[in-house]
């Protein structure tokens, strides 16, 4: 079993940042890379990010690229989803999942488990 906990969402302006972060406990934890997901009312869950077991790997939606970074701490068993240039688009709820390896990375299918998901609001 793998438990995820989101932090960091908040209300910002549009251009602002934010930075969410998913805690992770279990004793299998190591053996799960983590992606982040986000729906927006009205619209069905997204893909946004996400990062390898070992870190060395991360892969963006291209909505996201090139604003949001993802990053791992092993020794906290944390990763963070840093948002940069916040746009009103990208108002959601975000989630952090944990995917077994073998399975995609961008389906939410390949995801085992969620956390409760927190909500970001960008203003323009």
């Known amino acids: 079993q793998v438990q995820l906990v989101e932090s960091g969402g908040g209300l910002v302006q549009a251009g602002g940042s934010l930075r969410l972060s998913c805690a992770a406990s279990?004793?299998?934890?190591?053996?799960?890379?983590i992606g982040w997901f986000r729906q927006a009312p009205g619209k069905e869950r997204e893909f946004v990010a996400t990062i390898s077991r070992s870190g060395g790997s991360t892969a963006y939606a291209d909505s996201v690229k090139g604003r949001f970074t993802i990053s791992g701490d092993n020794a906290k068993n944390t990763v963070d989803l840093r948002m940069n240039s916040l746009k009103p688009e990208d108002t959601a709820v975000y989630y952090c999942?944990?995917?077994?390896?073998?399975?995609?990375?961008?389906?939410?299918?390949?995801?085992?488990?969620w956390g409760q998901g927190t909500q970001v609001t960008v203003s323009s």
């Open positions: 999942a944990a995917r077994p390896a073998g399975y995609s990375a961008t389906y939410e299918q390949g995801y085992s488990y």
């Open positions: 279990g004793r299998t934890f190591n053996r799960y890379a």
